[in-house]
């Protein structure tokens, strides 16, 4: 089946712009999450969902970040007056969350890199 | 605090050099810790998820091991095709998710 799909792929935008990334997750996949990848570092959690309960937000780096996920199923993350340091790839990842165990396995799209200028 | 860290940042080995890559984490309640390879460009691909110490699992040349403190990933008789970027990252009981800086294996035909 098809896998978690992002768009668009590559973004440039210029300091102050806003900006929209989207994520369609793996089609009955209830958890959703959003993580930030900068050159050289490890992945940053921003964002997570899971079914209709409300998102942990707690990754989030600042008050300009802003995500939504509508129907329990697409998510778009929101990024406001952008800035040269948000430059990164954005990663959004899915799981099933079948078993009801914290540590379901996730599957990741390829990602929206993000230059701001 | 919470951390994982992965050793080496990287790695070169001769096509067939079997080797290791380490993950040491430090999680309040560990609950999965998974392994990942991620390619240039692309978002990271599952590997392994291992929730207990003891715990082994294998795909291919791969083999992933896990003890109350370290993870290692050996890969035997590696082949040019395994060059990426493995990551490691633990979940823990409070439902947060710590990925490593991962470990870029480079295999030299």
């Known amino acids: 089946g098809a896998g978690v799909s992002q768009s668009p792929s590559n973004k440039v935008t210029e300091k102050g712009k806003d900006v929209e990334l989207r994520c369609d997750p793996i089609?009955?996949?209830?958890?959703l999450y959003w993580y930030r990848q900068s050159l050289g570092q490890g992945l940053e959690f921003l964002i997570y969902?899971?079914?209709?309960?409300?998102?942990?937000k707690s990754g989030l780096p600042s008050d300009r970040f802003s995500a939504e996920r509508t129907g329990g199923s697409v998510s778009t993350l929101t990024i406001q007056r952008t800035q040269q340091e948000d430059s990164a790839v954005y990663l959004c990842?899915?799981?099933?969350?079948?078993?009801?165990?914290?540590?379901?396995?996730?599957?990741f799209g390829p990602g929206t890199r993000l230059l701001v200028l | 605090e919470d951390q994982v860290t992965q050793s080496p940042e990287a790695l070169r080995l001769q096509e067939g050099e079997s080797s290791s890559l380490n993950c040491s984490y430090t999680?309040?309640?560990?609950?999965?810790l998974f392994w990942y390879r991620q390619d240039p460009g692309k978002g990271p691909e599952f590997l392994f998820t291992?929730?207990?110490a003891g715990e082994e699992k294998e795909k291919e040349r791969l083999k992933a091991t896990l003890t109350k403190k370290e993870s290692f990933l050996h890969i035997t008789a590696p082949k040019p095709e395994d060059s990426a970027t493995y990551l490691c990252?633990?979940?823990?009981?409070?439902?947060?998710?710590?990925f490593g800086t991962g470990t870029s294996l480079t295999v030299i035909p």
């Open positions: 990252a633990s979940s823990n009981t409070g439902n947060q998710f710590y």
């Open positions: 990842a899915s799981s099933p969350r079948t078993s009801g165990r914290w540590g379901e396995t996730q599957y």
């Open positions: 999680v309040s309640g560990l609950r999965g």
């Open positions: 089609s009955g996949h209830t958890a």
């Open positions: 969902f899971q079914g209709n309960s409300a998102p942990d």
């Open positions: 291992l929730y207990s």
